[in-house]
Nanobody, 120 residues
């Protein structure tokens, strides 16, 4: 069974930084796009950033210039470096990946989420 496990969330002051990690485990042939989405209380889940298997990136306007998404294909891991955090960045951050696995083929997999709180 393929799963994604996030880590790195927590409490940070406005202007601070956090680095999120998300590792895929299980029987995996390959991983296509990986990304980070977020959901604040009372709001819909929204895209934060995505990265292709070749390293091409895409960012939501709200995080562009402050967040950086990277991945380590050898470790099946994606990262999100978040700088200059604002209170409005507070949310549960979810990792997402298109994973090619035996039997199931291409599957869109989500992590369980990690909480990011930005407060003084």
């Amino acid at each position: 069974q393929v799963q994604l496990v996030e880590s790195g969330g927590g409490l940070v002051q406005p202007g601070g930084s956090l680095r999120l990690s998300c590792a895929a485990s299980g029987s995996i042939f390959s991983i296509y796009d990986m990304g980070w989405h977020r959901q604040a209380p009372g709001k819909q889940r929204e895209l934060g950033a995505t990265i292709t298997s070749r390293g091409s990136t895409n960012y939501a306007d709200s995080v562009k210039g402050r967040f950086t998404i990277t991945r380590d294909n050898a470790r099946n891991t994606v990262y999100l470096q978040m700088n200059s955090l604002k209170p409005e960045d507070a949310a549960v951050y979810y990792c997402n990946a298109e994973i090619i696995a035996p039997i199931t083929g291409v599957t869109n997999v989500w992590g369980q989420g990690t909480q990011v709180t930005v407060s003084s």
